[in-house]
């Protein structure tokens, strides 16, 4: 027997996790035996949701299938720790003093929140904004707090305002440099956020400088600020910035970026060949990437080298962004404060509706080199690619920000985007990617993102995914299916009724054991017995269920009689065999053989056959074993 390649993985979070995907999809995947150290109680989750973990919790935002690990055979250690990398031997070893040898070592430890040193920055009720159980670590302070201060003006600073807002604290932002998000704001658009969030509720400090945190007179704590002024508050949240984590490279002596982070070069390889290193915790070319989008793309191409079953490498990536920060649209492309020399820009300021617009361009006005948008971040998709694909400039280059007065049809940015364009960064989909999947069948923005992944990741494109949709549809005069729910076209998985946390699954399986109508359903899952706004769904599964139990008796000898090599998905070829083999390699559900073969995940015409095969593979299964 072949020893299998020992591959351990140290860290399961975003980046983490989107490598493991990549390499159990390529056909070497069974050469490699895998383990995964992960420092948190849980598998990976979506952290650039985090805030939403409150309304939504846990479940909702992991980004593990159902028995993905088991599948694939990976081992994963949950509250593990690595704490050493002995190079020489070649293992990990982690907290609890457990070795673990590897033949290919793959670091994606994320970063750290960074704390700035003041003095009484480790008091109690003093927090980071990371991981969930540091929210519910919040959560635990904000009962009997009244005030809730958070400690830096950026992206995850009014991501963590957002929280407290919520949790019904009186809320104060205070931020060092003079405008909010400092880094990607000019003034006028730092400015507008301030006034707008302040709306909402939210007390804005610029320009403060935290000196000294101690006890309070009114609240727990006193804040001192530089310029003399104080504030009391009865929690504190740093959300001033992060640091790569790259303590266990550094213990090792692998190459460090020069703002820290660990060195890799194009294929996420570092200084020593048998690791790699990805995500927030990786510098390539000295920088770090604190986005999602550039992590998944180190993910494929270190996936890739590892297995060796492509030619991906990581060339860099943009860090434009377009984000919704308590509930302001906020977008910034590439050089948004004209820095660039002889950089000429164009702004718009509506005081009314509350918004503010800016394209930077090069000096000789051919080429959009940068963008600030708040309050209305619809042209960004526009831009960006403008920027991207260094698009020629219509004449006067400011109508690409001005509104569109009296009878002048505004451009459809979808029809504007070439069609090499790159549309979702975290999967690299371009939009030919997406207009194919729509030719071959995709009707609904589900449809778009399971054939595709587009709009998967960070969810930033998702409107450009829609109005792609949308004209291709229209190009093909078919109308969307969006509103309408289908059952055929529902994963299993997807919870139906949220008050009694029923799946699509479980309601069919009622049905599949004998429940004959919606009040049978009812009894036997409680789905629909709660608030009721569930019932027209669960209903039509019911129906669905049932009309498949008829079907399925009727075609019972036909799916028997179906040829091995029989073509059974013609959107992506896939036979009845292929079918098989993947119920008998482990998939037990729809989603699990739509993932293995793609049957199914095109026009969906084949979905019934596709379950019908799958149903009479599974009967076998326990005799195959
Ligand atoms: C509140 C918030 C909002 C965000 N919003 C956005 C956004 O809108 N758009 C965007 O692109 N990005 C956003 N991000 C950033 C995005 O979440 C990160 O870029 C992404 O999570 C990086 O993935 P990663 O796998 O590199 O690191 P992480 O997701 O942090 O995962 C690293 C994992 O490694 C584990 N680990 C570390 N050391 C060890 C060890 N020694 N042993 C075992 N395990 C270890 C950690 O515990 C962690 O689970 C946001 C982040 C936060 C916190």
Redesign the pocket.
């Known amino acids: 027997m072949i020893d299998k390649q020992k591959i351990i993985v140290?860290?399961?979070?975003?980046?983490?996790?989107?490598f493991l995907q990549n390499l159990v999809e390529s056909k070497q995947a069974e050469s490699f035996d895998i383990t995964v150290?992960?420092?948190?109680p849980r598998a990976?989750y979506d952290?650039?949701?985090?805030?939403s973990y409150f309304t939504k919790g846990a479940d909702e935002l992991s980004l593990v299938s159902e028995g993905f690990f088991e599948q694939h055979n990976i081992h994963l250690k949950l509250n593990?720790?690595?704490?050493t990398i002995d190079r020489a031997d070649k293992s990990v070893i982690?907290l609890d003093g457990e070795r673990f040898a590897y033949d290919k070592l793959v670091l994606?430890?994320?970063?750290t929140a960074f704390v700035p040193p003041v003095p009484g920055h480790d008091r109690e009720h003093c927090h980071v904004?990371?991981?969930i159980e540091d929210l519910e670590a919040i959560k635990q302070s904000a009962q009997g707090s009244k005030v809730g201060v958070v400690i830096g003006g950026g992206?995850?600073g009014l991501?963590?305002a957002k929280a407290l807002h919520e949790l019904g604290l009186d809320t104060h932002v205070v931020e060092f440099a003079d405008r909010l998000m400092a880094v990607q704001l000019d003034d006028a658009g730092g400015a507008l956020l301030k006034a707008k969030i302040e709306k909402l509720g939210v007390t804005v400090h610029t320009g403060k400088n935290t000196q000294n945190i101690l006890d309070g007179e009114t609240c727990v704590h006193r804040m001192e600020f530089g310029d003399g002024s104080v504030l009391e508050t009865d929690l504190i949240v740093f959300g001033a910035g992060?640091r790569p984590?790259d303590?266990?490279a550094r213990a090792c002596k692998l190459e460090l970026g020069p703002n820290g982070g660990v060195k890799v070069n194009n294929l996420c390889q570092t200084s020593d060949p048998a690791i790699y290193a990805?995500?927030?915790?990786a510098a390539w070319n000295g920088k770090v990437?604190?986005?999602?989008?550039p992590?998944y793309l180190m993910a494929k191409a270190a996936a890739q080298s590892i297995t060796q079953s492509g030619y991906s490498q990581f060339k860099g990536s943009h860090t434009s962004?377009k984000?919704k920060l308590l509930g302001v649209d906020v977008a910034t492309i590439g050089d948004s404060h004209g820095r660039v020399a002889g950089a000429i820009s164009y702004s718009y300021f509506d005081g009314d509706r509350g918004v503010y617009k800016k394209i930077v361009l090069s000096s000789d006005k051919t080429r959009v080199i940068g963008a600030v948008l708040v309050g209305d971040a619809s042209d960004y998709d526009n831009l960006l690619n403008m920027a991207l694909t260094r698009a020629v400039l219509p004449a006067q280059p400011e109508a690409l920000i001005l509104p569109t007065i009296g009878e002048v049809k505004p451009v459809n940015p979808a029809a504007a985007l070439a069609n090499n364009a790159k549309v979702c960064g975290?999967h690299d989909v371009s939009k030919a990617t997406i207009v194919r999947a729509v030719q071959d069948g995709a009707k609904s923005l589900a449809d778009v993102k399971t054939v595709t992944m587009a709009s998967t990741g960070?969810g930033?494109c998702t409107n450009m995914v829609s109005n792609i949709l949308e004209l291709e549809l229209a190009t093909k005069k078919v109308a969307p299916i969006k509103k309408v729910f289908d059952p055929a076209t529902v994963d299993d998985s997807v919870k139906i009724c949220f008050c009694h946390k029923v799946s699509k699954g479980e309601i069919a399986q009622a049905v599949k054991s004998g429940a004959g109508d919606l009040d049978e359903v009812k009894a036997a899952t409680k789905a629909a017995t709660g608030c009721g706004g569930c019932k027209v769904k669960v209903n039509k599964i019911v129906e669905y269920e049932l009309g498949n139990l008829a079907t399925h008796a009727v075609t019972e000898k036909t799916k028997v009689d179906i040829a091995s090599n029989d073509r059974v998905c013609f959107c992506h070829m896939v036979s009845k065999g292929e079918i098989c083999e993947s119920v008998q390699a482990g998939a037990q559900d729809l989603a699990a053989v739509k993932g293995a073969t793609k049957a199914s995940t095109g026009c969906g015409g084949c979905t019934d056959r596709v379950v019908e095969i799958m149903e009479a593979e599974l009967e076998k299964v326990p005799e195959a074993t």
């Open positions: 140290i860290g399961n979070g975003m980046v983490g996790h989107h150290l992960c420092e948190e990976a952290r650039v949701q985090l805030t593990c720790q690595a704490s982690t994606a430890t994320g970063s904004y990371r991981t992206l995850l991501e963590a992060i984590q303590s266990l990805m995500g927030e915790c990437f604190g986005l999602v989008a992590g962004t984000l975290c960070c930033g």
